[in-house]
């Protein structure tokens, strides 16, 4: 080369950036109650990539973005919103299972406590925080496998 710049011997390490782990479900039910459902888009589409990066898709079975799902329930007046979340759950579900994270969140969770909860009005809040919960816990250990590298 005929001109040496400083830049020319240095090597950038790409280091992934750290996943958030501050979820709280109260902040997203005010949020959702304040701004009549809007907020849960700026809540979930985050979520949904986070858990793409935490487990990635197998077997061509990605998670379809929130903002599709929340387009497509308008049409199917919200029924399309529980299959996302049914299989949002089972990602999550997996992804415990596949980090070896012991905690109490599985797809019975969001029948019992998401689908018939609604009956006592307290079970989706219950759900979206045991949600919230098995999230902040993934992302936790796929920061800490991050700075064990």
Not at 37 to 64: C, M, Q, T
Not at 80 to 91: A, D, P, S
């Amino acid at each position: 080369m005929a001109y040496r710049y400083p830049y020319d011997e240095e090597k950038v390490e790409y280091k992934p950036q750290k996943l958030r782990t501050d979820r709280k479900m109260w902040k997203m039910m005010l949020l959702h109650i304040l701004t009549f459902g809007i907020s849960s888009i700026f809540f979930f589409i985050p979520f949904s990539y986070e858990l793409e990066k935490i487990s990635p898709a197998r077997e061509r079975h990605k998670l379809v973005n929130y903002a599709v799902a929340y387009i497509a329930s308008l049409l199917t007046f919200s029924v399309f919103l529980l299959f996302w979340f049914y299989e949002m759950t089972k990602r999550v579900e997996q992804a415990l299972d596949e980090r070896d994270i012991h905690y109490d969140f599985s797809t019975s969770t969001f029948y019992g406590w998401y689908c018939l909860g609604t009956f006592i009005i307290v079970g989706p809040f219950i759900y979206f925080h045991k949600l919230c919960t098995a999230m902040n816990l993934l992302c936790e250990d796929y920061n800490n496998k991050l700075d064990a590298k």
